[in-house]
């Protein structure tokens, strides 16, 4: 059931899929879309219907960053301040995926600019189609890569490679960026949604409490010594270890069964 303008929300099979729907502006980001878009993130993380997200958009982009239609510096008056929109928009929007303790799996169908590009890759899982770019367009525009884009592309990539793609703006394809480990897998442009839909699907009838404390650990890895993150272990461990899903899954192994994952 379709119940937004801006991003289609359906729920089904315990997905709640979110499609970036401006396909004739590349589905770039104007606050409805801001809005509709962080309203789906938090029944996610609110609904225990919903135990994956999967995050794509309409048409032939992902997303193309910021509406520069609202950008406009020929209307006149003052530059407008881009840090209230990252401070109201796009900085809760990470915050928010990142946050969230489900999987969020992003199908990045075609083109993805600017904070476009970055709010794809704050997504825990990224399928891209062959044809798919990663732009970090800010440059273009004598701004700085956002939506965590400086972050995510340090880390995942290192100083060389990020500082080479914020500063030249250059297209990276599908291919190059899971070969970088930037995404997890390039796919066929018509298996695209298939294969991601099918990922979603099998992350939502997992043990839910068991993946959300796994990205939890995965993040933290990135800022923790050994030692601190030894510890995270132990305590994350521990909660798992009280959830209903691991004594399912004790049990279907001791029985020989496929667990009955209930997300519990
Ligand atoms: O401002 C703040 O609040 C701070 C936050 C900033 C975050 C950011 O994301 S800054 C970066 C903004 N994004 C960009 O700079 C990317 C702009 N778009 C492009 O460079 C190109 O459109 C693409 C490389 C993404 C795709 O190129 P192409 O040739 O496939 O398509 P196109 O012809 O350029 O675009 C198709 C239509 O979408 C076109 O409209 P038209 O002429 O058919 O009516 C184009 O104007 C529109 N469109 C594309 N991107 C945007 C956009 N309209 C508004 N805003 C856009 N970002």
Known sequence: MSDTQSVETTLEHGVLRLVLNRPDKLNAFNEAMHEELRAGVDRAASDPAVRAVLLTGAGRAFSAGQDLGARDPRAGGPPPDLGETLGRYYNPLIRAIRGLDKPVVAAVNG??????????????????????????????????????????????????????????????????????????????????????????????????????????????????????????????????????????????????????????
């Open 111 to 264: 083109v993805a600019a600017g904070a476009g590009a970055n709010v794809a890759l704050a997504c825990d899982i990224v399928l891209a189609a062959e044809s798919a770019r990663f732009i970090q367009a800010f440059s273009r525009l004598g701004l700085v890569p956002d939506a965590g884009g400086s972050w995510t592309l340090t880390h995942l990539l290192g100083e060389a490679r990020a500082k080479a793609l914020a500063m030249t703006a250059e297209p990276l394809g599908a291919a190059q960026a899971a070969e970088w480990g930037l995404i997890w897998r390039a796919v066929p442009d018509d298996a695209l949604m298939a294969e991601a839909t099918a990922l979603a699907e099998r992350l939502a009838a997992g043990p839910t409490v068991g993946l959300g404390l796994t990205k939890a650990a995965i993040q933290a890895a990135s800022d923790n010594d050994l030692d601190t993150q030894l510890e995270l272990e132990r305590e994350l461990q521990r909660r798992a270890g009280h959830s209903a899903d691991y004594a399912e899954g004790v049990a279907a192994f001791l029985e020989k069964r496929p667990a009955a994952f209930t997300g519990k």
